[in-house]
């Protein structure tokens, strides 16, 4: 992976952590056990320093970033959806930030909180433990259900299980030229998205 030092300050990633070769960490990143960063993802620590707690996840082509005086963290399980932007905030653990959000300076997304895909959530904002926000600018909704809580655990799980996947088998190859007789399928856990769970 393109990992750089910055005024002699490198970053840390644990092994037990799965960091996809396109991502590239800067400076004051540190990547604790289980977790994911994705194809992509760009954690710049060349100001302020950037934590994922175990088994946290980073999509694809996420962007972290921080003023000097401030901290970014991801604490444990917290789970950060493809394209979103986190920029000195707080992610409690077990939360989810959806796909292309944008979470801004001293924000915080309590413990266990969906943050809707496409929401911004503004400087200071606090977002309270188990709720949905959503909107431009983010609004809280409405309390989460267990249901939900479980559905979003069980994203995080999948990711975790698929830093493992990453570690043990994900290797640069050039393509086919054509689909082989019984082509296999991939071996990921069967999870789904919430609006199937709720059509059961």
């Not at 992610?91 to 943050?115: C, K, Q, S, T, W």
């Not at 809707?116 to 259900?145: H, N, Y």
């Amino acid at each position: 992976m393109p990992c750089y030092a910055i005024e002699g300050v490198t970053p840390v990633v644990d092994p037990s952590a799965y960091v996809h070769p396109t991502a590239v960490l800067i400076g004051d990143v540190i990547i604790g056990p289980d977790c994911y960063v994705g194809p992509c993802a760009s954690l710049r620590g060349d100001f302020g320093r950037i934590v994922l707690q175990r088994g946290a996840n980073v999509q694809d082509t996420c962007v972290i970033h921080g003023f000097p005086s401030a901290d970014t963290v991801i604490e444990e399980n917290g789970h950060i959806g493809h394209g979103a932007v986190l920029h000195s905030c707080l992610v409690r653990r077990g939360a989810l930030v959806g796909m292309n959000a944008v979470v801004m300076d001293e924000a915080e997304i309590g413990e266990h909180a969906i943050v809707a895909a496409s929401a911004f959530v503004r400087a200071g904002m606090k977002i309270p433990p188990r709720s949905l926000a959503a909107g431009v600018p983010a609004k809280v909704i409405r309390e989460l259900s267990e249901e939900e809580i479980a559905w979003k655990q069980e994203g995080t799980l999948t990711y975790q299980d698929l830093t493992r996947r990453c570690l043990a088998t994900m290797i640069e190859v050039l393509p086919l030229a054509a689909i082989e007789p019984d082509r296999p399928r991939l071996q990921a856990p069967d999870v789904r998205p919430l609006i199937a769970e709720k059509r059961k």
